[in-house]
């Protein structure tokens, strides 16, 4: 082993299974280490730190290594000063970038720390201005341009992990594991509707990723309350799930299956192109709500109060809707432009969105997602998105009664 580096690491490290994982990234990354000093908390809530020399056959090696190891948040003893270089290819970063983790993230220029100002996983870091002025963005691959400053390897770059909740009193004490599937149901939608309320209270907009099954469970008068109420504060979607809700307000089915009767109507199955087709005449969602074509549902509901939507469409859709993006990177553009001021996320019935939401989100804001698939709560995990915790349940059920939590008239309406 010619390269190597010491590395620090503070947390919950036993009982969270990071110094574990920090072994066997070190492993798999083909280096080699030292435990130079463990000191363990001895009560519940002590945090443990591990100070770890890491070796790799040559500097390259142990800069991808560095740069790993930091998304689970160990940093270098001595982090030096970060090295920048040019882009010189439009939608190409340096060789050897510094690959971003969601964790808030801070570097170092010329002995003073500047925080970056928006953590996303996988992007480059840019560096803008110069002296005092000088500050720095995440950017992804497909937009960074020839001239840029780019910041190379893992020098100069600390990250600040998020501190796990160890008060089971708190907003998110019943999410010590992954996925809650045993445990009360009404408590946990209480401790969801305590962490939307106290995002709002805080001044923070509430993120909301929705799937169709939002509308095939019979969960859109749910949804619609707490639109009215001011809990949703941006939608982000794909094609179906605004195609299903406005065949529901123009048919009253659902993929041609009667919400109120839960049985298939006489051609049925046309319904959700039909409802396509009569938004894509009237040129848009809001242009059928205003012109009175579109009288209910989701859609109408986040039309008439301003919140705002992003619906990201897919190769398997109809249509689509003329709202939807089909442009994937203009999508992801469009969802990162709705991210400013967002302190909590709740994820229901969609794996995709969910994972490609988690992608572009800091670490720092609670992320809750409810799903009957546990999968797709390990999934989120699984692609960095750390903070995600679960609910297994379903989702037409918990979106009822998150609405009578947290919308007072809710009770009235649905008696």
């Known amino acids: 082993m010619q390269a190597s580096d010491t590395v620090v690491i503070t947390g919950h490290l036993m009982d969270g299974g990071i110094l574990s994982r920090i072994l066997n990234d070190i492993r798999e990354y083909g280096g080699d280490y030292t435990i130079d000093r463990?000191?363990?908390?001895?009560?519940?809530?002590?945090?443990?730190?591990?100070?770890?020399?890491?070796?790799?056959?040559?500097?390259?090696?142990?800069q991808r290594l560095l740069m790993r190891l930091q998304t689970r948040g160990a940093n270098l003893v001595d982090p030096g000063e970060a090295v920048i270089e040019p882009v010189e290819v439009d939608g190409v970063l340096p060789d050897g970038f510094y690959s971003s983790t969601n964790l808030p993230t801070r570097v170092r220029f010329k002995g003073r720390w500047v925080t970056v100002s928006n953590p996303e996983m996988d992007c480059g870091l840019v560096v803008d201005g110069d002296g005092d002025d000088l500050t720095v963005h995440t950017i992804p691959m497909a937009d960074v341009r020839v001239g840029m400053r780019v910041i190379c390897g893992a020098s100069g770059i600390k990250?600040?992990?998020?501190?796990?909740?160890?008060?089971?009193?708190?907003?998110?004490?019943?999410?010590?594991?992954?996925?809650?599937?045993?445990?009360?149901?009404?408590?946990?939608?209480?401790?969801?509707?305590?962490?939307?309320r106290a995002a709002k209270s805080d001044g923070h907009k509430v993120l909301w990723v929705g799937g169709p099954g939002v509308v095939h469970t019979g969960a859109a008068p749910a949804m619609v309350a707490l639109v009215n109420a001011g809990f949703v504060d941006v939608l982000f979607a794909g094609n179906a799930l605004a195609t299903h809700d406005i065949e529901s307000s123009l048919y009253?089915?659902?993929?041609?299956?009667?919400?109120?009767?839960?049985?298939g109507v006489e051609h049925g199955h046309e319904h959700h192109i039909r409802a396509l087709n009569t938004i894509r005449k009237a040129g848009s969602i809001a242009a059928a709500v205003e012109t009175g074509v579109l009288t209910g549902g989701i859609m109408h509901a986040l039309?008439?109060?301003?919140?705002?939507?992003?619906?990201?469409?897919?190769?398997?859709?109809?249509?689509?809707?003329?709202?939807?993006?089909?442009?994937?990177?203009?999508?992801?553009?469009?969802?990162?432009?709705?991210?400013?001021?967002?302190?909590?996320?709740?994820?229901?019935?969609?794996?995709?969105?969910?994972?490609?939401?988690?992608?572009?989100?800091?670490?720092s804001?609670?992320?809750?997602?409810?799903?009957?698939?546990?999968?797709?709560v390990t999934k989120l995990a699984d692609r960095g998105s750390s903070q995600a915790r679960g609910i297994v349940t379903d989702v037409g059920l918990f979106l009822e009664q998150l609405a009578l939590e947290l919308v007072d008239h809710y009770r009235t309406t649905r008696s």
């Open 159 to 196: 990250v600040t992990p998020p501190v796990p909740a160890r008060d089971a009193g708190g907003a998110f004490g019943f999410m010590e594991s992954e996925v809650s599937s045993e445990k009360p149901q009404t408590v946990l939608v209480r401790q969801v509707a305590d962490g939307i």
């Open 365 to 376: 804001v609670p992320l809750v997602c409810v799903d009957i698939n546990p999968a797709t």
């Open 38 to 62: 463990f000191d363990v908390g001895h009560d519940t809530g002590d945090t443990s730190t591990a100070v770890i020399t890491v070796s790799t056959e040559d500097d390259d090696a142990l």
């Open 252 to 263: 009253g089915t659902s993929l041609g299956v009667d919400l109120a009767q839960g049985r």
């Open 303 to 363: 039309v008439t109060t301003g919140r705002r939507f992003v619906l990201v469409g897919s190769v398997r859709d109809d249509g689509p809707l003329p709202d939807v993006y089909t442009d994937v990177i203009e999508g992801q553009r469009a969802m990162r432009a709705e991210l400013d001021g967002v302190g909590y996320c709740l994820m229901v019935a969609t794996m995709l969105h969910s994972v490609a939401t988690g992608n572009i989100l800091p670490a």
